[in-house]
């Protein structure tokens, strides 16, 4: 199956090697090509590809703010933060606009092909570093006391299916791991996100890692 990519980043250079590297695998397809927030916006709407590599600094409008819009529109596509910006305050502004994937312009080609794989096909990819963060950010939270009770809130039922929502099951799946209706698992997935507060895939699974409930590698 081809991945459909819209590139965009405000330095021509960099597009043309994320270019070169993703068409050395027949997977890829790049159907655009912007430099701002704003063309990422309207190309998005022009080619509807399936996967979006953003950069965060851009002119006129950056990749933060172009993510928040991107992901009003009708069924949007996941974005991949590509970025120099490895610093976690980055990478939360960027989850918490709707991205899927927070990859540094340092990695290697064939981590960047893989993260591309998993992002477009729903879910979600963390470079190292940055799960690194997010487990120090968790450990900062505990001692804070902020996160202790929250789990406490769900049932043991919630619980499973939080754990495999995490883990990529989809509804159906859950329904048959679980033996329920697809019903009741869509139930408890809203009854889950109404108890921990969580709008998106992308903010519960980094509970779920936060929490343990699936390892960094999966």
């Known amino acids: 199956m081809t991945i459909r990519v819209l ?5 021509a250079v960099v597009r ?6 993703l068409e050395s695998d027949p997977t ?40 928040q819009e991107i992901r009003k529109l009708p069924n949007p596509p996941p974005v991949l933060a590509l970025t120099i910006h490895e610093g976690k305050d ?19 080609p064939q981590d960047l ?5 998993v992002v477009a096909a729903g879910n979600v990819y963390l470079d190292p570093a940055i799960a690194k963060e997010l487990v120090s950010d968790y450990l900062r939270q505990v001692q804070q006391g902020s996160e202790l009770n929250s789990y406490g809130v769900l049932t043991d039922r919630e619980r499973e299916v939080l754990t495999l929502i995490a883990e990529d099951a989809t509804n ?34 980094k509970y779920a890692i936060r929490k343990g409930l699936i390892s960094l590698d999966d």
């Open 113 to 117: 092909l893989q993260a591309v794989r």
């Open 90 to 108: 980055y990478f939360f502004h960027m989850i918490r606009a709707g991205a899927s994937g927070y990859v540094p312009k340092r990695a290697a």
């Open 28 to 67: 890829f397809k790049i159907v655009g090509q912007g430099e701002t927030g704003h063309e990422a916006i309207r190309l998005t709407k022009q080619h509807k590809p399936d996967i979006i590599l953003m950069d965060i600094t851009m002119p006129q409008m950056d990749g933060i703010e172009a993510t």
């Open 172 to 205: 159906q799946a859950i329904a048959n791991e679980l033996e329920i209706s697809v019903n009741t698992v869509e139930r408890h997935r809203e009854n889950i996100m109404r108890k921990l507060n969580l709008h998106t895939r992308t903010e519960l699974v």
């Open 7 to 11: 590139i965009v980043d405000d330095h």
């Open 16 to 21: 043309a090697g994320i270019q070169m590297m």
